[in-house]
């Protein structure tokens, strides 16, 4: 193991945990961010619509800038263009500078969850092992302090700049010096050149994964979106009490993720796909039949260890299904990462307006168990042209030549 790939994974987890605080600041401030533009109910949805949208055109965008441009050069001034981003949501005062700044933040996301997921896959290649899992954990720790500077921000009752200057201030240098250690595929030809570089990206084949990431989102953005809302209304918590599950979410997904690689090397993927699948289905299970709110806090800690395991086994699933074309498969599924999070709460929401919040929790549980039915797409791939993955055959190739 060199230093090399050493400081390629350190940095790597920084930029992670980055993304994770820049998140958590824009979406955990929504309601200040309406009050201070005077964004109406009615159009409030579409601006948040927005993002994720402008993300996946980002994403879809990074497949064709990484065949002329490195992953690591995307994420080195996307990460930069996405904390100004966040840093104009709180200094407009016009509408439409918070729609330039809201698109900006969204093509900008898409390019960097892209080209981070890109450098993971292969920095976990080189190493030979399962690291995926802490690079997310990072991001749930980074989730972590920005929901909590955002209290600090909230409970002082700052404006929307004050609160995002310190931390873009602190972070953009950072992440500018950090990112001259980035790791591309190339700084390990050998692992290259044995995964046959040339490969194309089969969407049959892609296709399992693009469910379960779909699936693990709708999953994610229910809590994020309804726990509060499900505590208060339905299970008759008090107001201060409803903020918790969330962040019980988080730290619960933080833990998972810290010692989740260790499980993938013990028991292999396979096995802790199916598991995390499983606590996860029980989690909004629980949830769907509690009887009061601690109950349901309960259900919601299970979703937090078991959903954590689903999106960082995707990404290395998908970069062992197609080694000689893992930033494209990357750029490719990461696209369902929105979807996921456009479906689950418009989801969640109507089913509970139609019908009851109780049976629409019942929806992302039948959901999430689909992912065991596509769990051998987590497992090694055969080894039949080196490198321990299977190429396409030709007539595979030439019908899946089109890709999305």
């Given at each position: 193991m060199t230093d090399v790939l050493r400081r390629g994974r350190a940095s790597l987890a920084f930029s992670f945990l980055v993304q994770g605080v820049a998140f958590a600041l824009l979406v955990t401030r929504i309601p200040a961010i309406q009050d201070r533009y005077g964004v109406s109910d009615a159009l409030l949805p579409a601006f948040l619509a927005a993002v994720p949208i402008l993300a996946g055109v980002g994403s879809v965008t990074t497949e064709r800038l990484v065949k002329r441009v490195r992953p690591s050069m995307l994420l080195r001034w996307s990460q930069p263009v996405v904390l100004l981003a966040l840093l104009g949501v709180g200094a407009g005062e016009r509408m439409v500078e918070l729609g330039v700044a809201l698109a900006a933040f969204g093509l900008a996301v898409g390019v960097l969850d892209a080209s981070m997921n890109m450098l993971g896959v292969s920095l976990q290649r080189s190493y030979g092992r399962s690291i995926m899992l802490s690079f997310h954990a990072a991001y749930s720790l980074g989730g972590i302090a920005g929901a909590s500077l955002a209290w600090v921000g909230a409970h002082w009752d700052l404006a929307l700049w004050v609160s995002y200057l310190p931390v873009v201030a602190l972070l953009l240098p950072v992440v500018l010096v950090g990112s001259r250690w980035y790791v591309d595929d190339g700084a390990a030809p050998a692992v290259a050149e044995r995964a046959g570089e040339g490969q194309v990206v089969v969407f049959k084949w892609l296709l399992p994964l693009c469910l379960v990431m779909t699936v693990a989102y709708i999953g994610d953005s229910t809590v994020s979106n309804w726990s509060a809302k499900y505590l208060k209304d339905v299970l008759g918590s008090s107001e201060q009490m409803a903020t918790v599950p969330y962040n019980v979410y988080m730290v619960t997904t933080l833990l998972g993720r810290a010692i989740g690689d260790l499980g993938v090397r013990r028991f292999g993927a396979v096995s802790v796909v199916r598991g995390g699948?499983?606590?996860?289905?029980?989690?909004?299970?629980?949830v769907a039949v509690a009887p009061g709110a601690w109950v349901g806090m309960l259900g919601f800690t299970l979703l937090g260890l078991g959903l954590c395991v689903l999106v960082p086994q995707t990404f290395a699933a998908v970069g062992r299904l197609f080694p000689g074309a893992s930033d494209a498969a990357v750029a490719r599924l990461n696209v369902f990462n929105y979807v996921g999070f456009l479906i689950g709460s418009p989801l969640v929401g109507a089913l509970g307006d139609a019908w009851s919040y109780r049976g629409a929790m019942v929806v992302p549980m039948v959901l999430v168990l689909v992912t065991l039915v596509y769990a051998r797409s987590f497992a090694p791939q055969p080894d039949r042209y080196g490198?321990?993955?299977?190429?396409?055959?030709?007539?595979?190739?030439?019908r899946g030549s089109n890709g999305l």
């Open positions: 699948a499983l606590v996860a289905a029980g989690g909004f299970a629980v490198g321990g993955h299977e190429r396409p055959r030709t007539a595979d190739v030439g």
